[in-house]
């Protein structure tokens, strides 16, 4: 079902193409835009009603996409744009491109005017004296006039000297402290002067990549703000585009093992690979902001305003090198993170085992199952699935007498929609488990119709803010059917939405060279449902028991894009609820609300999650040298405070299944992995309440 080719999609595809006489070579920009228009309204899940709200969205972030810190648009400039805000709508119908091709009419002359302002204001000291402020969040400020739009560059430039010449002052400092003669001292005036080329430096190549953008990257990013607006999920990407998509520096490729994404002028951190380089070493996290990439200890080239594309180039590299990425953190912090390049070790994307004991509340023989991603093997067939491991792990915890069972669904992205069913099909009789809804037509029903139970114990599945589709789908049937309880952070994700790609060069009749390539477009074509009517899509799965996270008050996941496809319920279906443990839930619910209210390391979580929403909302800074350093160092003593959060538990045993320990005796380097997963969770707050929350089911 889920790899057919929308028919209406391709029939109206087909349409729009024979109705241009290709050989009479039309304009490339009018095909392509009729072909995505016509495409998202026929295909789309939801289609957008294409008018004068639908206008609005879109002039407004396309003009935040291209101006994202309003450096360049002026007050007048926007007054020519005004007359466009509500025409958007109008010239997509038509196939033209007026509001596009003023904007870039505009933005060229700004950008040709502004190159003039920052080689004029670096070439002189700033006076770190004086008591200014800036303002840094783009939403906040409105847009400068003709006349104050070099003020506005002189304060930004002053501000990034700033931090420069904090940094360097920093590390002179810690060099005297450390008697590190290899670090040179030199004066305030030199380290401003070094700081201020620095900054000229990385403008410089910044207006060089500007100054190579094409008519058709330009083009790609309104007709890709365009299919945003239908929903995030939906996009449109060009020829090279469609090769970036979706950047993850592991697999064949040797790297760190991230997924980054663009956000206006900042590289942002989307996932953590399991199983990756930084994965292993463990400070790199979703959300964290790239500033700065080095080859080992050389020189960092700033990534600030850099192209995806072109930032990854920089971090990714030959298994075993080292690359240092500089980063801010949540909380504003800035850190320097050091990570030896490598291959992903698949193994560590698998499914994984261990017992868990607590000998101070004396709750012994806990199977915990961490499972990174929903996989399965699609290049052979009898491959390894995820739900092949899960029924042996099962089993063998069975043969061990586990009281328990914790799955872990911590940070997985989802996966493989069939292995889903399989696996909430292990802890039931049978029964449906997801509702898949196109845009016409009755749901399909996803059921387990194997009546085998292959555990029938306590059960506790733990999320956050970062489980998403596929283990959703898993939490939500099992709460469904009171099957167990769900730990985590207030929600899930909440992306409950399939999308599929259409090669558009697909739809256009014979070689046509002067037409291709179109690009691709990724469109949103269903919708999961609960088995209870509910979506999963926006709201997610809520916790039964809500634990603190640092994510508590920061609005995460599909809530955070405001083009984000609404919620919504349909027609419930039939299915037997396990009253074994309605009543065991409430239990457990009430005991784990008093242990968290009275623990200290949850009470610190809570109070970091609170000072993480402060930071994060404080956009204004001091361009006063004195200012900003005491705002810098307060920042940096608070998070001292935070930095013991993970530490060993008191009486938390963690040790391997008795059917593993004997290919482990002859793998030492798997055995190794395992010892180092061990101590990781020992430390993990999480999963020891999640213990005595199946205490509290048994």
Not at 383 to 398: E, F, P, T, V, Y
Request: aromatic share 8%; with cysteine; hydrophobic share 35%.
């Amino acid at each position: 079902m889920y790899r057919i080719i929308s028919r209406v999609f391709l029939s109206i595809i087909l349409i729009v193409c024979s109705s241009y006489k290709l050989q009479e070579n039309p304009e490339k920009s009018k095909v392509l835009i009729d072909l995505i228009m016509q495409g998202l309204n026929m295909s789309h899940f939801s289609p957008a009603e294409i008018d004068d709200g639908f206008s609005k969205r879109v002039y407004d972030e396309y003009l935040k996409r291209l101006d994202f810190n309003k450096k360049f648009f002026t007050s007048e400039d926007i007054d020519q744009f005004k007359k466009y805000e509500q025409e958007i709508d109008d010239q997509l119908n038509r196939g033209t491109y007026a509001f596009f091709d003023l904007s870039i009419e505009l933005l060229n002359q700004r950008i040709e005017e502004t190159q003039a302002y920052y080689k004029e204001i670096l070439s002189k000291p700033f006076d770190f004296k004086k008591n200014e402020e800036i303002e840094l969040s783009g939403k906040k400020l409105e847009y400068a006039s003709n006349s104050t739009l070099k003020e506005r560059w002189r304060k930004s430039l002053k501000f990034q000297t700033l931090s420069r010449l904090y940094d360097q002052i920093v590390v002179q400092e810690e060099a005297k402290e450390k008697n590190d003669t290899t670090v040179e001292i030199k004066t305030f005036e030199v380290l401003e002067q070094e700081s201020r080329k620095k900054i000229l430096k990385r403008h410089n190549e910044w207006y060089d990549r500007m100054s190579k953008l094409e008519l058709n990257d330009r083009r790609s990013t309104f007709l890709n703000t365009v299919s945003n607006a239908f929903d995030p999920h939906t996009s449109y990407l060009a020829p090279k585009a469609k090769e970036n998509f979706d950047i993850s520096m592991s697999g064949r490729l040797e790297g760190i093992g991230a997924s980054l994404q663009q956000k206006g002028p900042y590289i942002k951190v989307a996932r953590i690979v399991p199983g990756s380089a930084c994965w292993k070493q463990g400070e790199l996290e979703a959300d964290d902001i790239i500033l700065k990439v080095a080859q080992g200890k050389a020189e960092p080239v700033d990534i600030v305003d850099m192209r995806l594309d072109d930032a990854v180039k920089l971090i990714r590299g030959p298994k075993g090198t080292e690359v240092r990425l500089t980063v801010k953190k949540i909380d504003e912090s800035i850190k320097v993170i050091p990570i030896v390049r490598d291959v992903v070790i698949l193994e560590e994307t698998y499914a994984k085992s261990a017992i868990l004991n607590d000998s101070v509340n004396i709750i012994e023989n806990i199977g915990y199952i961490k499972l990174p991603k929903f996989y399965i093997d699609l290049n052979k067939s009898g491959g390894q699935s995820c739900s092949q491991d899960i029924r042996l792990a099962l089993g063998k915890m069975k043969q061990e007498g586990v009281n328990g069972i914790i799955l872990d669904l911590r940070n997985n992205g989802g996966g493989s929609l069939s292995d889903v069913v399989k696996i909430a099909g292990l802890f039931i009789k049978d029964g449906p488990i997801v509702q898949v809804k196109s845009r016409f037509g009755a749901p399909q029903i996803l059921k387990d119709k194997d009546k085998d139970i292959v555990y029938d114990g306590p059960l506790v599945i733990m999320v956050n803010s970062f489980s998403a589709s596929a283990s959703e789908i898993m939490a939500a049937a099992m709460q469904d059917y009171q099957r167990g309880i769900v730990l985590g952070s207030q929600s899930t994700f909440g992306k409950g939405t399939v999308q599929r790609f259409f090669n558009l060069d697909n739809f256009i009749k014979g070689d046509a060279p002067h037409i291709k390539p179109l690009g691709t477009v990724k469109l949103t074509t269903q919708k999961f449902y609960r088995i209870n009517g509910d979506a999963t899509q926006l709201k997610g799965v809520e916790s039964d028991i809500v634990l603190p996270d640092r994510y508590s008050f920061i609005k995460i996941g599909e809530k955070e894009y405001e083009s984000a496809m609404t919620w919504d319920e349909i027609v419930p279906l039939e299915f037997e609820v396990s009253f074994k443990y309605k009543r065991r839930i409430e239990t457990a619910q009430k005991n784990s609300l008093k242990r968290v209210q009275t623990d200290s390391t949850f009470m610190l979580i809570k109070e970091n999650a609170g000072r993480l929403k402060i930071r994060r909302e404080q956009t204004t800074h001091s361009l006063n040298f004195e200012e900003y350093r005491r705002t810098q160092i307060e920042i940096k003593n608070e998070a001292k405070k935070f930095e013991n959060l993970r530490k060993e538990l008191n009486g938390f045993g963690v040790k391997s299944l008795k059917l593993d320990l004997s290919e482990l005796k002859t793998d030492t380097a798997k055995s190794a992995r395992i010892k180092a997963w061990h101590d990781n969770l020992r430390k993990d707050k999480y999963v020891y309440e999640a213990v005595s929350v199946i205490k509290d089911l048994m």
